[in-house]
């Protein structure tokens, strides 16, 4: 398991699995803090967001930004573009499943000049 990493995503990020003898998916738990909204972005894998604790307000493609709380999931298929707003005073906490694993290459910001 590594470390808890700041992120140009303007979040915290701490890979729980992800190995090349097992790409066939990766884990990591993600903290946004009190009133940050995450990078535009699209990664090339599908992934799942799974909040584990906080709220937040949820931005998937072209669909109008919804709520999300401890508990809920979140299906993203590879190349939509996303954010994630913590809407609290505390921190926004959930798990994300990538399929296959996350690489570095797997992620492409959408705010920075193509």
Not at 17 to 24: D, F, L, R, T, V
Not at 39 to 58: F, I, K, P, R
Request: proline share 4%.
């Amino acid at each position: 398991m590594s470390e808890e990493v700041w992120t140009d995503e303007r979040c915290y990020i701490k890979e729980l699995i992800n190995s090349e003898a097992h790409p066939g998916a990766s884990l990591a738990q993600c903290r946004v803090t009190a009133g940050t909204l995450t990078q535009n972005h699209a990664l090339s894998v599908d992934e799942w967001y799974v909040l584990v604790s906080g709220e937040g307000m949820m931005h998937l493609g072209n669909q109008p930004a919804f709520k999300v709380a401890a508990g809920d999931r979140v299906y993203i298929p590879a190349g939509t573009a996303q954010q994630i707003r913590n809407t609290q005073d505390t921190d926004l906490v959930f798990h994300c499943l990538c399929m296959p694993r996350f690489e570095p290459g797997s992620y492409h910001s959408l705010e920075t000049a193509q």
